[in-house]
C-alpha cells in the first residue's frame, strides 16, 4: 500500500496473507490457510461477461475521481466493472477465499486501482468520512443475530461515507414474483413461497421495498429514493425510480407492454407491479444537502444537453449483456412527461469503437437521406458522441414506441399444438392456425411499411453501379469459394443453393439487372419500433453498409424470426421446415410480401422463386466485426442454408 492508500486506513493489518491485508483477528484458521491453487483456478476459468454487474452505476451521482468501497466484493461483482469509472476502489469482504480470488484476477488483469482487503463489515478499518460511494450487496450473510448485526454494519457504512456521499445498496425484493415469463404452476410455487421467506434464510436478510426504506432511516441515511429493477440487480433489464415505474402512462406503454400483459393474466393490479418486482435498488445519503443527481445526468448537463439536473429521471434500459457491447439509458423529462433521449454507454475500450462505427454510420445515413421527410422520421438523430468524465456515450433522440411484438408461436400454445397434430391427430393443427392468423393480422401492416421504408432508402442510396444478377450469382460464387475454401460441407450446400436458383430462373430472369445500394444490415423486428400497429422507427445501424445488394434487407426482414423460431422448436425429424412454413402460412405471407417487394422494385416477379435462397447465400458471406458473432444471426451458418434450401416457393 502507497502513502496515499495508507491515509484512508485507521489501523494497520493484522497481518498479511498471500498479498491480501487481514484487518480481522475473529477469523477461523480454516478461513486463513493459504490457497496454493487459486491462480490456476482463476486462470483455467473461462471469462465470463460480468461487465454488465456496474451498469447501474451511471444512476449514481460519482465521477472519474470518487473513491468507492465495494462491502462484499468478489471475483466477478461489481469491483472489476465499476474500477473502470472511477479513481480506486477498496474491495473488502469478511472471508479470505473470495478476497484472494479477487486478488488474482487483478493481478492477471494489470488493474492498479483496486486494493482487496478481509475485513469485519461492523468494524471497517478506514478513517471516517472518506468515501464518495459505498456499493452494498444486500444478500449478505449476516450469521446469528442478524438485527443487531445488520444495523451496526449499516451505522458502519454511515461512518466511512462522505457527508456528500452515497449509499448503493440492492438486493433481492422479499415479495418478489418472477413474472417476466409467466408458467401457471411456476407463478403458483412463487406465490406460495413468499410467506416462506419470512422464516427461513435467517442469516440472510430480505427487504421489502417499504421496510428497507425504514431500516436506512433507523441507521441515519436520508435523501433515500426507491429503485425497482427486474430481471436482477445484477443484470439489470429494467430499473427505473418508484416515482416513475408504472405510474407514468408514456411509461407503461413503451418499456412495460409484455410485462403489464403477463401482471393482467395473472390478476395482478398494475399499482401494485413495483413492489413485487424482482429486486430493490436504493440510492441514499448521509446528509439532506449531498446532490444526488446522477452521473448520466450530469453529464447531459456538462454537455448542455439539458438546461437542469433536477427535472430530468434516468432509466436503465438493456437488452444485452455482453462486454464488447454498450450498455443503454433513457431519460425522462419531469415538465414535458415524455422521454427525450436514448444513451448507449460503452462498457469497454471495444465498446467504444462500437459507438463510434455506429455513429459514423449514422451520419452518413443522414447524409444520403437529408431533405426525405418519410425517412427522417425514421431514423435515430445522434445529438451528441464523444467522451464525458472518462465515459464514451452517444446520445440520439427518443422514439416514443415499442419494439414490434415478435412472437411467431406465441411462447409455447402453438409449439405443443403443432406437436400434437403429428403425434395424435391432424386435428390439433387448427390451434396453430388460429394463433399465427392472429398474429399475422397484427403485424402485416408494420411488414408492409417496413418495405415500403426499404424502398424508398434504397431509392436514395442507390448507386450508379448496375449489375445483371447473372454477374452478381458469380461474384458471390467465387466469394464463397475463397471464404470456405476448407470447408467442403459448406461449399456443398452453397453449391446447391446456386444450382437450385440457375435451374429456377430462365435466361431472361438472370439478365434482371438492378443498382447497388446502402442497407441496414440487420434489418428484423428487433429493429422496427412501432406504435398502434404502425411503423415509427428503424433503429441499430451498426452493421449498415455503404454498398450492397437490395434482396438483403428484405429477406433478413421476413426470414430472421421465421428461421430463428424453427430452429428453436420445431427442428424435428417429423415436422420439415416446408411443413412449417406451410402450417404457419408463412409461405403465404412471404409469397404476398415478395411480391409487393418486387412490383415497387420493378422486379420480374419470377424473382420471388429464389429471393430467400439468394438472402441466404448473402448471409453466408457478410464480414462482422470482432465483437459480433455470426453464429448469433438465425440465417448464418450450414444448417440454415441447407434449411432455406428446402422452402418451396
Request: aromatic fraction near 14%.
Amino acid at each position: 500500500m502507497d502513502t496515499k492508500t495508507e491515509e484512508i486506513f485507521s489501523c494497520a493489518p493484522y497481518n498479511i496473507l498471500s498479498g491480501v491485508p487481514i484487518f480481522s483477528n475473529s477469523l477461523k484458521d480454516h478461513d486463513l490457510r493459504p490457497i496454493s491453487s487459486t491462480e490456476d483456478i482463476i486462470s483455467s476459468k473461462k471469462r465470463s461477461h460480468y461487465l454488465h454487474r456496474a451498469d447501474a452505476h451511471f444512476l449514481l451521482p460519482i465521477n472519474k475521481n470518487a473513491i468507492l468501497l465495494d462491502v462484499r466484493a468478489m471475483c466477478e461483482g461489481v469491483t472489476i466493472p465499476i474500477s473502470n469509472f472511477c479513481k480506486q476502489v477498496y474491495a473488502v469482504n469478511s472471508k479470505f477465499l473470495p478476497t484472494k480470488l479477487l486478488e488474482v484476477r487483478i493481478k492477471q488483469d494489470k488493474i492498479s486501482n483496486i486494493i482487496p482487503l478481509v475485513s469485519n463489515l461492523d468494524a471497517l478499518p478506514f478513517k471516517d468520512n472518506v468515501f464518495d460511494c459505498i456499493f452494498f450487496d444486500g444478500m449478505t450473510e449476516w450469521g446469528n443475530n442478524t438485527e443487531k448485526l445488520e444495523f451496526n454494519v449499516l451505522q458502519e457504512l454511515r461512518r466511512v461515507l462522505k457527508f456528500d456521499g452515497i449509499l448503493y445498496y440492492s438486493g433481492w425484493n422479499k415479495i418478489h414474483l418472477h413474472h417476466s415469463n409467466v408458467k401457471l404452476f411456476l407463478f403458483l410455487f412463487n406465490l406460495c413461497s413468499i410467506p416462506l421467506r419470512f422464516f427461513i434464510h435467517k442469516n440472510i436478510r430480505y427487504y421489502t421495498p417499504i421496510h428497507l426504506m425504514s431500516v436506512l432511516k433507523i441507521a441515519g441515511f436520508t435523501n433515500i429514493q426507491l429503485y425497482t429493477c427486474s430481471s436482477h440487480d445484477s443484470q439489470i433489464k429494467l430499473m427505473a425510480p418508484f416515482d416513475l415505474y408504472y405510474k407514468n402512462n408514456k411509461f407503461k406503454e413503451i418499456f412495460c407492454c409484455e410485462f403489464y400483459k403477463n401482471l393482467s393474466r395473472l390478476f395482478i393490479p398494475f399499482t401494485l407491479s413495483k413492489y413485487i418486482s424482482p429486486a430493490t435498488c436504493v440510492i441514499a445519503s448521509c446528509s439532506d444537502k449531498a446532490k444526488v443527481a446522477s452521473r448520466i445526468i450530469n453529464i447531459l448537463y456538462k454537455t448542455n444537453l439539458i438546461d437542469s439536473i433536477n427535472n430530468y429521471y434516468a432509466i436503465v434500459y438493456n437488452n444485452r449483456y455482453s462486454d464488447d457491447l454498450p450498455t443503454n439509458y433513457c431519460v425522462y423529462s419531469k415538465s414535458t412527461h415524455r422521454f427525450v433521449f436514448f444513451i448507449k454507454i460503452a462498457r469497454t475500450s471495444t465498446c467504444q469503437q462500437f459507438l463510434i462505427n455506429e455513429y459514423k454510420n449514422l451520419m452518413n445515413v443522414w447524409d444520403k437521406i437529408k431533405g426525405n421527410k418519410f425517412l427522417s422520421s425514421m431514423v435515430p438523430r445522434v445529438i451528441f458522441n464523444g467522451c464525458v468524465d472518462n465515459c464514451h456515450l452517444m446520445v440520439i433522440n427518443h422514439f416514443n414506441c415499442t419494439q414490434t411484438p415478435v412472437e411467431f408461436n406465441w411462447k409455447r400454445i402453438k409449439r405443443y399444438a403443432d406437436i400434437l397434430s403429428h403425434v395424435l391427430s391432424p386435428k390439433f393443427r387448427f390451434i396453430s392456425y388460429l394463433v399465427i392468423k392472429r398474429w399475422f393480422l397484427s403485424i402485416e401492416n408494420v411488414i408492409i411499411q417496413a418495405i415500403d421504408f426499404i424502398v424508398e432508402f434504397q431509392k436514395i442510396t442507390q448507386s450508379s453501379k448496375c449489375i445483371s444478377l447473372e454477374e452478381y450469382l458469380s461474384i458471390m460464387q467465387d466469394t464463397c469459394y475463397i471464404k470456405y475454401c476448407h470447408n467442403k460441407e459448406m461449399l456443398g450446400t452453397i453449391n446447391n443453393s446456386f444450382d437450385i436458383i440457375k435451374s429456377t430462373l430462365n435466361s431472361d430472369d438472370l439478365q434482371t439487372k438492378f443498382h447497388y445500394c446502402s442497407r441496414h444490415g440487420d434489418f428484423n423486428f428487433c429493429n422496427l419500433l412501432t406504435k398502434n400497429k404502425n411503423l415509427v422507427a428503424v433503429i441499430d445501424f451498426e452493421h449498415y453498409e455503404n454498398e450492397g445488394s437490395p434482396f438483403f434487407d428484405f429477406g433478413s426482414l421476413l426470414l430472421t424470426y421465421f428461421l430463428m423460431y424453427y430452429k428453436l422448436y420445431y427442428n424435428m425429424k417429423n415436422f420439415s421446415i416446408l411443413e412449417y412454413a406451410k402450417s404457419t402460412q408463412w409461405i403465404n405471407l412471404y409469397n404476398k410480401m415478395s411480391n409487393y417487394y418486387c412490383l415497387q422494385k420493378g422486379y420480374r416477379i419470377s424473382l420471388t422463386k429464389v429471393m430467400h435462397i439468394l438472402v441466404g447465400i448473402e448471409q453466408q458471406i457478410m464480414i462482422y466485426p470482432r465483437y459480433r458473432n455470426p453464429n448469433s444471426f438465425p440465417m448464418f451458418g450450414e444448417e440454415s442454408l441447407r434449411l432455406i434450401n428446402q422452402i418451396k416457393l
